[in-house]
């Protein structure tokens, strides 16, 4: 179920309903727990999820944020090999459509998540600090 209103375009929209959404980030040694609840407003229950994500799967926990606050699943895509500087790396591809909202979202959700890996995660994928519709955002994991 997502949280996000389909028909809200407006970016601030968009983080306001994640900052409803997200209770709680909670870590421990080994993994993160993101707590929220369900926004839907034509119920009445206040419905409480847990999210278990590793700790070092940064692509899963920004999977599910972005899910959170858009609704839309969000779709990776593997460039050249010669864009990535780690044998394990992926990089992330957003339509144009989400791009902007997502960079706006992250800079947001920097100052929620207590790990400072995550949050140089996050700093990785804003490398157009412009926010220049057509380039692409990444994150090397």
């Not at 968009?14 to 080994?30: A, F, G, S, W, Y």
Request: net charge positive.
């Amino acid at each position: 179920m997502s949280c996000a209103n389909s028909s809200g375009t407006e970016y601030s929209r968009i983080i306001n309903t994640l900052k409803e959404c997200i209770i709680e980030v909670k870590m421990d040694i080994t993994r993160y727990k993101i707590i929220h609840k369900s926004c839907n407003k034509k119920s009445h229950q206040d419905i409480v999820k847990s999210i278990i994500i590793d700790k070092d799967s940064h692509l899963k926990i920004l999977k599910e944020i972005f899910k959170l606050a858009t609704g839309e699943d969000l779709h990776e895509k593997v460039l050249e090999e010669k864009t990535i500087t780690s044998d394990t790396s992926n990089l992330i591809k957003l339509s144009i459509e989400k791009e902007f909202q997502f960079v706006i979202l992250l800079k947001n959700l920097r100052f929620i998540l207590p790990e400072p890996s995550v949050k140089q995660a996050i700093n990785a994928i804003l490398i157009d600090q412009n926010l220049t519709i057509n380039k692409l955002i990444y994150m090397n994991i």
